[in-house]
Structure formats: structure tokens, C-alpha cells
């Protein structure tokens, strides 16, 4: 039986024809500091083959061993099987006994991913010995729930899905112009009214098409909670952002305070229904700030340090024409010394990563808080290509590589007719596979202040989880190996290879019950004939 992990680890030797049997005699035993691991283990492969998995002793026979080495990596990890000791996984902390866990559920089977016995109570492969740990620390997703909102379980099931792929952070888009989804209790109407709207555009904005089913959805506190507990139980960092002081129509219509009221009547705006960069942005005064360092008060309760040291604010997208019409926000810039519009929005950004640090997180924004000049200790998310990621790595920022022309998700996959609701431009399976976070002209200590990769999902095409599915799968298996395994440069990658183990892998998401786009394109039902996209290769992002 050939492995065909993804990502690939670092070594792996062969597979001998005898090995370890996973069936009811199997228990697993813990060492201090892998319980998370041993109850992931129980509940997954326990509930996929039916097996008790109970505790065992040291002497167990056919156990599953869980161990800690400080001298591994943190994230690092060892999967080996004797005749003697069964399986053992020794990481270099929980994270990476967690992750040879996850090796150890591809190496039993695609079985292995469903949640209930489907092809008996048995499971083998062949002793083996693998030594792995990731080539980046930041191995993120970005979801956005404000275009379409996700309940709560589908999002529980998207960390299962990044934990499959060995991805560790998850980067939770909880507010834009279409609809506010966290829950701020001293801020009612953000929920009760900011997180529905009366209709939605149908395909691109183009598209003369509309949805007239009002759509929205909001996460309680609670909410937050469990999707914040169940992603550290997987050892996923979550990020969550409040877009700030762009894509905020939301915000504003719930309180039209926040607006441009000396430009714009706000009281009148509703949450969008439509896409594409909104000019309704928030107002530069003092009632803005303390409304949303309310916000983050909370957001920070939500979010513990300990688990989500990061908290992402947007700052992209913000067009200056209200604050240059404002006589409030003009009478601010002269007031503030500033020589224009941009610094205005980096004063903007700068209070809060003020705010931020004082209570110990980092703000991290996307690549236009590098304008007007950027916050000391703010990392960016460079999403415009690489340039912002170099420029920020060269002053000496962190930096998170996401440029959309690579890992763009909702950019669609193949160039044909039949792909639905086609936006952006074409990226592959095989182009996110050649997908290289570090780009070569960065210098070497520059390269040092990449954080890692993640790869973004906008969902204003995407009305439900089997949409998301079809846009993120398989493609998501090859940034995945990117982000993890040290793969040779893009043009020498082996994609032959990995087309050969996604072969086995389609299996797994199948059995995880995965919408993914088939390699031969869209299933009948996975098209959308007729509604509008932008279906020209390389068309700029915002026309």
C-alpha cells in the first residue's frame, strides 16, 4: 500500500508488507500534554471503525503511543510502528502530536474519515517510519461569512477540514458591508440589524439577476466560544477581523452615527445588497473610536490571547472621496497635522494598533495600511500581489503571503463555460500547487518576516457550504503542501506525483462528504448556466 500523504512529509520510509492493525484490541496511551490528541483520536477513528480505542498501559500491545520531544520541532513530528510498540507518535509539543495524528488517519484509509463503520472494524498498514514538521508557522484559510453567512456547524466542519490539511490558523472575516456576524451585546442592533439584508445580487455585480429571499445569520457569544474552543482543541490559531474603516455599510446602517453624516443622509443606508467596493466608509471622529474599541473590548473576551494573539482590522478597500467632501473629516486632518486622506486612514489604523498592543495582541491588516505609513508593530496580509508583502518584509514587518492572482479560492478553476459564476482569473489545481509564498527578491532577512501563507475564500458567489466546497476543493489539498512541506521551486515541483496521491486523497474527501470539482470538471448540478461572472482571463480584480 503506497502512503500517498498530503502534504507530503518530509521522509517517509517504506512501508514493510507487516505492520500495525488497528481493531478492538487496539488502546491508545497519552503521555502528559497530548490529550487533546488521544480524545481526537477516540472520537474520530473510534466512531469511524466502532472501536472502544481504550486507555492502555505501557506494555499494552497494538497500541497507539502518544508522546512528547521538546528537542522536535514544536509543530514537528515522528509516526513510527515496531512489531514491539504498535504506533508511535512523538511530537515536539501537543500541535505536533496532533499532526502525526492526522498522518496516521491518511495511513489507515479513507475508512478512517467517515463517522461511522462503513467498510468493517478493521484497519492496517505497513510499518513505517516518518519524520515531518511544516515549513511555515502561519498555514491559514480565510473565510468570509459576511457575503454569505455559514451556521455555526459548517464552520465547525471547515476547522475539521483544515486540520485534515494540517492548516493552523483560521482567519474568521466576521464583518463587511453585506452583513455584520458577531454578536456585541452593547451594541444590539450591529446583529439585529446589521447582519440582514432584504435581497442579494445574483452572480457578479453586473449580473442583472437578484435574489429576493432576504438573507443573514449572526454567531452568539456562545457562539464564538465553542468555534473558538473546537479550533484549539485542533491546535487552529483563529483570527478574527472587523473590516475597519472600509466595508462598513453594515456597521452604519445599524448606527448611522458612525457615517459621514455631514456628506451622505446615513440614517437612509441599508446593509448592501450588492458587491464591489462600497464608498460608504466610516466617519474619522472621536464617537468612532471609543464605538469600536466597544467592539473589540468584547471581541477580545471572545478571543483569548492565548489561542488568538492576532486580531485583523480589514483597512482595505477605503475610498477617501466622503472624507475628502467632509468638513468634520477635513477639520480632522488639520487638526492631526496630517498631510492628506491616506495618513488619515493610517491615523486611523495606528490608534488601534495602539490600543491592540496595550492589551497584548498584534493588529495585522491586508497590504493598504502600508499607505500613508504603517503601524510599528502591525503585520500585513499582502493580498495585491507580492508587492506589499516585500515592501512591509523590508521595513521590517511581519507578513502573511496571500496574493490573489495565487490563492484566491474564489477565483475559478479552469476557463470553460461550465464553471459557475466564473470570477477572476483562472488558477488551477497545478498553479496553487507552483504557488510560492517567498518571493525571490526578498532578501534573506527579509524572507525572515514571512509568517507563512494562507489562502482566501470571498464568498459573494458562494450561497451555501456546497458552493464553498466546490470553490476550495481539491485546490485547497495543494496550498496546503505549499504551506507545509518543503517543496523544491515552483518549476521543478513534482505535480505528476501529487496528481498520483490526490488520486487516493479524493477518496478521503469523498468520505468527509466534500463537494469538491471533479478533475473533469463540474458535475451537472455543480454548474450555474447563465448567470453572469467575469469570465475574462486576467481581468483587474475590481472591474
Known amino acids: 500500500m503506497n502512503m500517498d500523504l498530503i502534504p507530503a512529509p518530509v521522509r517517509a520510509g517504506d512501508q514493510g508488507r507487516c505492520g500495525f492493525v488497528l481493531d478492538a484490541s487496539t488502546t491508545i496511551t497519552a503521555a502528559p500534554g497530548t490529550g487533546s490528541t488521544e480524545r481526537w483520536l477516540r472520537t474520530t477513528l473510534g466512531a469511524a471503525f466502532g472501536l472502544p480505542l481504550a486507555p492502555g498501559g505501557e506494555g499494552a500491545a497494538r497500541a497507539i503511543r502518544l508522546r512528547v520531544d521538546p528537542s522536535l520541532a514544536s509543530e514537528g513530528y515522528?509516526?513510527?510502528?515496531?512489531?514491539?510498540?504498535?504506533?508511535?507518535?512523538?511530537?515536539?509539543?501537543?500541535?505536533?502530536?496532533f499532526w502525526g495524528a492526522q498522518t496516521l488517519r491518511q495511513l489507515l484509509g479513507p475508512e478512517a474519515f467517515r463517522r461511522a463503520p462503513a467498510g468493517g472494524s478493521t484497519a492496517a498498514f505497513g510499518f513505517t517510519d516518518i519524520e515531518d514538521r511544516p515549513r511555515f508557522g502561519w498555514r491559514g484559510l480565510m473565510l468570509d461569512v459576511s457575503r454569505h453567512f455559514l451556521p455555526k456547524d459548517d464552520v465547525l466542519r471547515y476547522l475539521d477540514l483544515l486540520a485534515a490539511h494540517k492548516l493552523n490558523v483560521f482567519h474568521f472575516h466576521l464583518t463587511d458591508d453585506q452583513g455584520w456576524r458577531v454578536e456585541i451585546k452593547r451594541y444590539p442592533r450591529l446583529t439585529e440589524v446589521g447582519a440582514w439584508r432584504s435581497r442579494t445580487k445574483y452572480g457578479h455585480r453586473a449580473?442583472?439577476?437578484?435574489?429576493?429571499?432576504?438573507?443573514?445569520?449572526?454567531?452568539?457569544?456562545?457562539d464564538i466560544r465553542e468555534i473558538v474552543a473546537y479550533a484549539a482543541e485542533r491546535h487552529i490559531r483563529v483570527v478574527p477581523e472587523i473590516d475597519i474603516p472600509g466595508h462598513s455599510q453594515a456597521a452604519i446602517?445599524?448606527?448611522?452615527e458612525l457615517g459621514n453624516t455631514?456628506?451622505?443622509?446615513?440614517?437612509?443606508?441599508?446593509?448592501?445588497?450588492?458587491?464591489?467596493?462600497?464608498?460608504?466608509v466610516l466617519a474619522p471622529s472621536d464617537h468612532t473610536l471609543r464605538f469600536f474599541e466597544g467592539?473589540?473590548?468584547?471581541?477580545?473576551?471572545?478571543?483569548?490571547?492565548?489561542?488568538?494573539p492576532f486580531v485583523h482590522v480589514g483597512g482595505d478597500e477605503c475610498p477617501k472621496d466622503q472624507w475628502k467632501q467632509s468638513p468634520a473629516a477635513q477639520a480632522r486632518i488639520r487638526e492631526l497635522g496630517l498631510a492628506d486622506e491616506d495618513e488619515l486612514q493610517s491615523w486611523f489604523i495606528r490608534h488601534f494598533d495602539s490600543w491592540l498592543t496595550a492589551r497584548g495582541r498584534r493588529l495585522i491588516g491586508w497590504d493598504e495600511i502600508l499607505e500613508g505609513g504603517l503601524a510599528e508593530g502591525a503585520a500585513v496580509s499582502s493580498w495585491r500581489g507580492y508587492a506589499g508583502g516585500i515592501a512591509a518584509a523590508e521595513a521590517g514587518h511581519d507578513v502573511v503571503m496571500c496574493p490573489e492572482q495565487q490563492v484566491y479560492l474564489d477565483h475559478r478553476q479552469h476557463g470553460g463555460p461550465d464553471e459557475p459564476m466564473p470570477i477572476g482569473y483562472v488558477r488551477t489545481l497545478e498553479d496553487v500547487y507552483r504557488f510560492e509564498p517567498v518571493p525571490p527578491a526578498l532578501s534573506e532577512e527579509a524572507a525572515r518576516h514571512v509568517l507563512g501563507t494562507q489562502a482566501n475564500v470571498w464568498t459573494e458567489v458562494?450561497?451555501?457550504?456546497?458552493?464553498?466546497?466546490?470553490?476550495?476543493?481539491?485546490?485547497?489539498?495543494?496550498?496546503?503542501?505549499?504551506?507545509?512541506?518543503?517543496?523544491?521551486?515552483?518549476?521543478?515541483?513534482?505535480?505528476a506525483d501529487f496528481e498520483r496521491?490526490?488520486?487516493?486523497?479524493?477518496?478521503?474527501?469523498?468520505?468527509?462528504?466534500v463537494d469538491y470539482r471533479p478533475p473533469g470538471g463540474p458535475l451537472p448540478w455543480q454548474r450555474r448556466p447563465g448567470i453572469l461572472g467575469r469570465p475574462i482571463e486576467g481581468t483587474p480584480p475590481n472591474v
Open 78 to 97: 515522528r509516526l513510527t510502528t515496531t512489531p514491539d510498540e504498535g504506533v508511535v507518535i512523538t511530537g515536539g509539543g501537543p500541535a505536533g502530536v
Open 207 to 222: 449580473s442583472e439577476l437578484w435574489d429576493e429571499t432576504p438573507h443573514g445569520g449572526y454567531y452568539t457569544q456562545d
Open 253 to 256: 446602517s445599524a448606527y448611522p
Open 262 to 280: 455631514d456628506v451622505v443622509d446615513t440614517a437612509a443606508l441599508t446593509v448592501w445588497d450588492n458587491w464591489g467596493v462600497n464608498p460608504n
Open 295 to 308: 467592539v473589540f473590548e468584547e471581541l477580545l473576551e471572545l478571543f483569548p490571547a492565548d489561542v488568538s
Open 462 to 495: 458562494m450561497q451555501n457550504r456546497a458552493r464553498v466546497d466546490y470553490q476550495v476543493f481539491p485546490r485547497l489539498a495543494a496550498f496546503a503542501e505549499v504551506a507545509w512541506s518543503a517543496l523544491p521551486a515552483p518549476a521543478d515541483r513534482d505535480f
Open 501 to 513: 496521491r490526490m488520486a487516493t486523497h479524493y477518496g478521503r474527501l469523498d468520505a468527509l462528504g
